[in-house]
């Protein structure tokens, strides 16, 4: 593994420094548009590498409204509905990334250090790394309108126990696609 790697950033069209490797959640958050082929093609082969770029995602981001790349699509003329009732959302798949199925190291974002400001993010809500990411590692989620609108918190009860997690977040919302996530699965072991 390279120290410091440097990696090319499309937004900056240009090659950028990565830095020191930064401390994250276990679970990071990395969202595409949904359609089928490319759902069925992250989970067969996970998320790749782009040719000398990187694999970016969100850390502990409290909304969907700063999340990439729904912030540029928002604004977007030619992004085809301009709904603002929640339903905008169902056009993404989320990839939950569970950082202790794929141990490397993460870097800040460089294409992001801007944005995060103009959106009153930090910028250690925005991340990337230089590796791709196995499918072992990925869990598909997708947006649930009721659960985005009304907060329920999500008991659980096990062994006799509730288990009670608030919501802190749009991400807490997401509902996980348990039969293709038990597909890729299979095809893991």
Not at 27 to 39: A, D, G, I, Q
Not at 104 to 130: A, Q
Request: with cysteine.
């Amino acid at each position: 593994m390279k120290e410091n790697p440097s990696v090319y950033v499309p937004v900056l069209r240009d090659y950028a420094r990565l830095g020191n490797p930064v401390k994250h959640d276990r679970f990071l958050w990395h969202v595409t548009y949904f359609t089928k082929v490319s759902t069925l093609l992250i989970g067969r082969r996970g998320i790749a590498l782009p040719l000398r770029g990187a694999v970016y995602a969100h850390n502990a981001l409290p909304t969907f409204d700063a999340m990439y790349p729904y912030f540029v699509d928002c604004v977007d003329w030619f992004y085809p509905v301009h709904r603002n009732d929640g339903a905008q959302f169902d056009d993404y798949a989320f990839w939950r990334i569970d950082t202790h199925l794929c141990k490397f190291p993460w870097y800040l974002d460089p294409g992001m250090k801007e944005d995060s400001k103009f959106l009153g993010m930090e910028e250690h809500n925005y991340l990337c790394t230089p590796n791709a990411i196995p499918p072992e590692a990925l869990s598909l989620f997708r947006f649930d309108m009721d659960n985005y609108r009304f907060r329920n918190p999500k008991i659980r009860f096990i062994d006799g126990c509730a288990h009670i997690r608030p919501i802190r977040s749009d991400f807490d919302t997401l509902v996980p696609c348990d039969e293709f996530n038990n597909f890729i699965r299979k095809r893991a072991a």
